[in-house]
């Protein structure tokens, strides 16, 4: 009934029935499964459909300029603790000096909304943007970045009401632009790691906004059954990827490769692959292509089921894994098909996945490919052994380079599909951002 209830509140509608299952479906026989369903389930959905549903209710909630604690330091940590409204670690108080100096660096006005976000259906105003980054340990010239982020937040086709689900999965930002190396954001070695005031606060900056006003709390309506916790920031190397003459992030999505973006994904894990060793791109490619179809599993139903066609993997290739590549003649784009066509699974063993691991017994790639529902090329034969591609085409393999100059290595994302699909915005400046900067 908790998992139910949180379900109902991330969607939205707190006030929505819920009927009672006994234990998990995942774990019962179909015996069982029968038994719990018409014993108990059943009289609770009667129940609930013969009757009116409660009345939601609304928190009153202090404006904008309220001052809602005064004190010290640990006393203005140990409120904002107490409400639930910081990750645990001490928070700069966002005292409205604080936060106007954040504003200055936007031409938008404080009570401006940038969309409403779930569960909460909380308006995503500038002023609770500034606030955010205030308590993140954010600089106020990152005002325009955290604005950006929250636009993607807000975009429907991100699906932020789904970042309590249960696989815990949490979002990748990758940052492109003149803007890292204006802000100073790390995007050469240890580009995950904690450690660079810019790539670290606007992490945090994230999960807080989730938390204080999407609305998403542990042992509440978050979900995840283990969890992750924020990322850094991660900023593509734009100087390797013009050298290369690669498309960065922003142009795979539209804008200019000059133009100042955020994109963001979310990710239900991840891994470092070390000793891509190989002089050329074709000696590369069967490494990476395992290590990436080995971080994929029940993620697959987003190709070809739920969520139909909304897998989008994220690599990160190191530069010296580019640039290898690159040395063997191959555009960004050539690198993506070689991961389409490589990347592959037997058939017998996605519908497995599907149908026995994760109990989707309609599961059929043979009949969804002849009603026209995903390519042909997850059925090009009966041959229960033939090799299906995880996506629909090249392009879906998201490719970011940065990290460590001199290694050779990559990072592979396991994807949430459409509780997390990739959504980039750009970075847009103040008017006066030079006269700004220059102090």
């Known amino acids: 009934m908790t998992l ?18 006994v234990g998990h479906p995942g774990v019962q026989s179909k015996e069982q499964l029968r038994h719990n369903v018409l014993g108990v389930t059943l009289d609770h959905v009667i129940d609930n459909l013969l009757q009116p549903p409660k009345s939601g209710t609304v928190d009153n909630e202090p404006a904008a300029r309220d001052i809602v604690v005064k004190g010290s330091f640990d006393e203005v940590n140990a409120y904002f603790y107490e409400h639930e409204l910081s990750d645990g670690l001490p928070i700069v108080p966002p005292t409205i000096e604080k936060v106007e100096q954040f504003l200055r660096y936007t031409d938008r006005a404080p009570d401006e909304s940038l969309g409403t976000v779930l569960p909460d259906n909380r308006a995503s105003t500038i002023w ?11 600089k ?8 950006a982020l929250i636009e993607a937040m807000a975009d429907h086709g991100y699906g932020v009401e789904h970042s309590g689900n249960t696989p815990g999965g949490e979002t990748l930002i990758i940052l492109n632009g003149p803007i890292i190396k204006d802000l100073g954001f790390n995007y050469t070695q240890g580009v995950m790691r904690d450690g ?3 790539n670290t606060s606007v992490g945090r900056f994230w999960r807080l906004y989730l938390r204080n006003v999407a609305g998403f709390l542990p042992h ?23 050298k290369l003459g690669w498309t960065n992030t922003a142009a795979d999505f539209g804008f200019y490769s000059d133009d100042s ?52 993997p994220q690599l990160l290739l190191s530069p010296l894994i580019a640039e290898t590549i690159a040395a063997s003649g191959w555009s960004k784009r050539d690198f993506q098909k070689a991961l389409w066509e490589g990347a592959r699974v037997p058939a017998h063993q996605w519908e497995r996945i599907q149908r026995d691991w994760t109990q989707k017994p309609l599961w059929d790639l043979t009949a969804a490919a002849a009603k026209g529902d ?29 990290g460590d100059p001199a290694r050779n290595s990559i990072y592979v994302f396991a994807h949430n599909g459409v509780l997390g699909f990739p959504t980039c915005k750009k970075i847009q400046l103040p008017k006066n951002w030079a006269q700004l900067r220059a102090g």
């Open 4 to 21: 139910a209830t949180a379900a109902s509140k991330g969607l939205g509608m707190p006030n929505l029935p819920v009927a009672r299952v």
């Open 128 to 138: 609770s943007i500034a606030v955010n980054g205030v308590m993140a340990g954010c």
């Open 140 to 147: 106020p010239e990152y005002m325009p970045v955290l604005i």
């Open 196 to 198: 660079f005031m810019a």
């Open 220 to 242: 509440k309506n978050d979900k995840a059954t283990f969890g992750n916790t924020w990322r850094v920031v991660v900023a593509e190397n734009e100087d390797v990827v013009k």
């Open 261 to 312: 973006t955020v994109m963001i994904s979310r990710h239900t894990g991840g891994n470092h692959i070390s000793s891509v060793s190989g002089a050329t791109a074709q000696e590369l490619m069967p490494y990476i292509c395992d290590a990436v179809v080995k971080q994929y599993s029940w993620q697959l139903m987003f190709s070809t089921g739920q969520g139909l066609n909304t897998l989008r």
């Open 374 to 402: 995903i390519p042909k090329v997850y059925h090009e034969s009966d041959d229960a052994n033939r090799l299906v591609p995880l996506v629909w085409k090249p392009e879906d393999y998201l490719t970011c380079v940065t």
